[in-house]
């Protein structure tokens, strides 16, 4: 939608905004009250030991004046809310957890890029059984097993996250086994059958609509990562792993029939004051893939993609705590629309804000089709606060194929494969530490020649994203 075509909060509207600030601003007058510590829910209802009540709400509001994408025009804006409750089961060698999640958004409309990235109306996150033993295969190791719908993080986040920005959250129904050495490595085996978030038309999503979330048989991915720490020196981390997604169409499922096999290393050290650090990720990805969903296509695709990301920085020991980085990202894209291959790079189920800039209405680049140089200064101007400016150029790694965020692309490679320059400046600031705090950022993106100049652009040119929000935790 142009902006002014922006509504004005009608009384639905201002009721939730109002009605969430409220419920923020009582428990932040609750948690400022307590002795002591962040007020939380099994100290407030005196609940056992076994039992653990916790959770969160957030609500955000965001506006992006300049339209990149080329189904839209204009700006656009939203509000998004989302409450996570757990409810946590712990005994010495067993547990149950599970967790609801309520995603839900106000002032987008017919012009807005929505999805179920930002919808997800009163739905069961997680809902497991934890197993946990101790010294098994080697003295010290532990060892849990979880079983039933879960969340999950592994390695760096960039293939398989837990998301944090984004409004809604991947889950998946199966098995993780997570198994670590006393000292040495780590292991995390699972197989499992992801959430697929529902409904997912736009008019649903528009109003907030709820249909129960559900897993197919025919969807699968499983897969290890296994990690070592002070691998070779001291501080030094290293991981490998290997993930593998195998689907079909099922029932109401379309799907691009995609196998592929995603073996991956990682070479990192964390940072620490006065202190390089580095991240190196190297990852190739192979199999099979249709080219669309549709259920008239049937044509295989070879599949063969890679991916790596090269980071190098500096914290220095010194007030604010100076880190600067030095950031570079290839990801391949489809070299020839017209070959029987498929070489865009496929990030599975991975996380991008902390990379490529904030997500929600604006989520401008992802690991796909690009080749990103970067640079990033992080600061700690006090306790509570932490700031963090970065730049990133972009080109596509494939002049033939699609920007994909924003659906322009010349199959041709005649326009010019500059996309654009990316500024983005953010704050976070733990007004209460671990109960109440604020989030927020601008993120700016200067038009290049791919964005003026593809062949389906219609007067796309630089874009504004900003974005607030307020987060209790309790």
Known sequence: MTTSDYPTCECMCKRKVLGTMGMIAALAGTALSADSGPWRLNEAFSLPDWFQ??????????????????????????????????????????????????????????????????????????????????????????????????????????????????????????????????????????????????????????????????????????GVHAGWKDFIRDKNQFETYLYVLDESDEGDLATKDRELYTPGLRFYRKPAKDAWDYDVELVVQFGEQRSSKSASDVSDLDHWAQFAHLEFGYTGDTAWSPRLALLFDYASGDEDPDDDESNRFDTLFGARRFEHGPTGIYGSFARSNIVSPGISLKLKPSAKVQTQFAYRAY????????????????????????????????????????????????????????????????????????????????
């Not at 409450?83 to 149950?96: M, S």
């Not at 039933?148 to 944090?164: F, V």
């Open 395 to 474: 080109w596509l790694a494939s002049d033939t194929d699609a920007w994909t965020t924003s659906g322009l692309r010349d199959s041709s490679g005649e326009t010019d494969r500059f996309v654009g320059q990316q500024v983005e400046a953010r704050l976070k600031w733990d007004i209460l530490p671990g109960n109440l705090s604020a989030d927020m950022g601008l993120a700016y993106l200067f038009a290049g020649p791919f964005i003026h100049d593809a062949p389906n652009a219609s007067g796309q040119g630089d874009s504004t994203y900003a974005y607030t929000s307020l987060s209790f935790k309790f």
């Open 53 to 222: 009540l916790s959770g969160s709400t957030r609500v955000r509001y965001e506006t992006l004046d300049g339209q990149f994408r080329s189904a839209y025009e204009g700006g656009d804006q939203q509000l998004a809310f989302r409450t996570l409750l757990e409810g946590r089961v712990q005994f010495e060698n067993w547990g149950l957890v599970g967790e609801f999640q309520d995603s839900r958004q106000e002032l987008a409309d017919e012009g807005s890029p929505i999805g179920t990235s930002m919808v997800n109306t009163t739905e069961l996150l997680q809902a497991y059984i934890q197993l946990k033993a101790e010294d098994l295969l080697q003295e010290g190791s532990r060892t849990e097993l979880r079983l039933g719908r879960q969340t999950m993080d592994a390695g760096s986040r960039r293939l398989i996250a837990r998301n944090r920005f984004r409004n809604t959250l991947n889950a998946f129904d199966g098995a993780v086994l997570y198994w670590k050495a006393k000292s040495g490595p780590d292991l995390q085996l699972f197989y499992l059958q992801p959430v697929v978030r529902r409904p997912s038309e736009s008019p649903d999503l528009l109003d907030n609509e709820g249909l129960e979330d559900r897993s197919y048989d025919d969807f699968t991915f499983w």
